[in-house]
């Protein structure tokens, strides 16, 4: 069965730091590899998404990601982190096979951005 | 460009009463979700909808139903709340029947449902 684990559940860096966070998933093939934001209050927004092709995926807001097979990993990063990216962000995996397009949640990661 | 719209944004029920939450889309998107998220569990699906008329269960569908006369509506009915429905409920919504429909996947702001 699909499952997306982020070890991390709360990560706290400072104004222009970099920032890296993980998601390992299980899947049984290559899976559609999604990123999402949710800011206080608000719904979630997607960042970027892996679907084929290059591993190194760019998104918005500056965010970037790289899927790695062997690690099945799909880790968030950003090279200088703004107070505006605080906020909740949850990696997902999309069933390949189906055209359900059911997504599986990881548990989340909460951001703290010191100024 | 409303895309998905949830109400009410909050609410707090007393056990055993119930509840529908609204769900709206402007998109014409045929697959619509209801999610919901617990703190430190990420989103689980409780029911999904891949057209009018056509509803099926998700993870966690106990204690919930749903319904869909209309495209534009996906409401999630709660029949005698219990404490354990206390959570924050998402609809989404999304374009299309190819995988590549993720690119469409809409997320409403959410309903804050605590049961007392």
């Known amino acids: 069965a699909q499952s997306v684990t982020q070890p991390d559940i709360h990560i706290t860096v400072s104004e222009g730091a970099s920032l890296e966070l993980r998601c390992n998933y299980s899947y049984g093939a290559t899976p559609y590899l999604f990123w999402y934001v949710q800011s206080p209050g608000q719904g979630l927004q997607l960042l970027l998404k892996y679907f084929s092709g290059d591993t190194l995926v760019q998104g918005i807001k500056g965010f970037e990601a790289e899927f790695k097979r062997s690690q099945s990993s799909f880790n968030l990063r950003k090279p200088s982190v703004h107070w505006s990216d605080a906020a909740e962000y949850f990696c997902?995996?999309?069933?390949?096979?189906?055209?359900?397009?059911?997504?599986?949640f990881g548990r989340g990661t909460q951001l703290t951005v010191w100024p | 460009n409303a895309g998905v719209t949830q109400t009410p944004k909050f609410r707090i029920l007393k056990i055993g009463q119930s509840m529908t939450l609204q769900c709206a889309q402007d998109?014409?998107?045929?697959?619509m979700y209801w999610y919901r998220q617990d703190p430190g569990m990420g989103l689980k699906l409780i029911y999904y909808s891949v057209g009018a008329g056509i509803t099926d269960k998700g993870e966690v569908p106990n204690g919930y139903n749903v319904s869909r006369s209309t495209t534009e509506d996906f409401p999630l009915r709660l029949e005698l709340a219990a404490p354990s429905q206390t959570s924050v409920y998402f609809c989404a919504a999304r374009r299309g029947e190819s995988i590549a429909g993720h690119y469409g996947y809409t997320f409403g702001s959410g309903t804050r449902l605590t049961v007392v």
């Open positions: 997902a995996v999309g069933d390949r096979g189906s055209t359900l397009g059911r997504l599986y």
């Open positions: 998109m014409n998107h045929n697959y």
